[in-house]
């Protein structure tokens, strides 16, 4: 079984719609992320929580909000879909790397978001 | 932030060796080097990370020039499997000494396999 996986894989919404991702994990880390990935731009980070009672804001925030239900789920929702948020997104959690205080991230499939 | 430069695309054959190259000629003395991978129609995974020496794994070889503006992401003998986007990021050592909270992707290289 994956140990980060993503609901649903792929969506289809209309413009003004709510929707949410959801990602579960069981890896048993505290962290968790959700990305964006558009054609050419490469990822980028959406929010992100170090734990159940913290939540961050990350580079494109603006039309998201994230809730965080347990260590092991991190849901993203969007509000109002828009067109310009169709794209692919990643969930993500991440372990301390022992000796060097950095941090390995272990990606979901991702889910693909069409906003017509 | 420092950050990375990269070829957009590459190409090597199967069974030899593929060198990624990597530029950061702004590089802070404390950010580390990672690189990441993705493969077509999956999420990224980690490949390999180092500070200053060189680093070897099971999946790839780092190193990194002595001045540390650059590195390079060695595939000792690559196959089909290994073609995919790479991606080089550097990785600040925060107060909390996690390091990279904030991973930045670029758009990395996209590397071709030719059979």
């Known amino acids: 079984d994956a140990d980060v996986t993503q609901t649903p894989r792929n969506r289809i919404t209309k413009t003004g719609k709510r929707i949410m991702l959801e990602c579960s994990q069981t890896k048993g880390h505290d962290r968790m992320y959700w990305y964006r990935q558009d054609p050419g731009l490469g990822l980028r980070l959406i929010y992100y929580s170090f734990d159940v009672k913290d939540i961050n804001k990350g580079e494109i925030s603006d039309g998201y909000s994230v809730s965080r239900q347990a260590q092991a789920k991190f849901s993203l929702s969007l509000e109002s879909a828009i067109p310009n948020q169709t794209a692919l997104y990643f969930c993500a959690t991440s372990d301390l790397i022992r000796g060097s205080g950095q941090e390995t991230q272990y990606f979901g499939p991702g889910t693909r978001l069409l906003v017509l | ?115």
């Open chain 2, 1 to 115: 932030d420092a950050k990375t430069t990269q070829p957009n695309s590459m190409e090597s054959n199967e069974e030899e060796p593929v060198h990624l190259p990597c530029n950061h000629s702004t590089i802070s003395g404390t950010d580390y080097i990672h690189w990441y991978r993705q493969l077509p129609s999956q999420g990224p995974e980690y490949v390999i990370h180092g500070l200053t020496s060189n680093v070897n794994n099971r999946m790839a070889s780092l190193a990194i020039a002595e001045d540390r503006k650059s590195s390079t992401l060695i595939l000792h003998r690559a196959t089909l499997r290994d073609a995919a986007v790479y991606y080089c990021i550097l990785s600040p050592k925060g107060v909390t000494n996690f390091g990279n909270e904030k991973l930045t992707f670029g758009t990395g290289t996209r590397l071709t396999i030719i059979p």
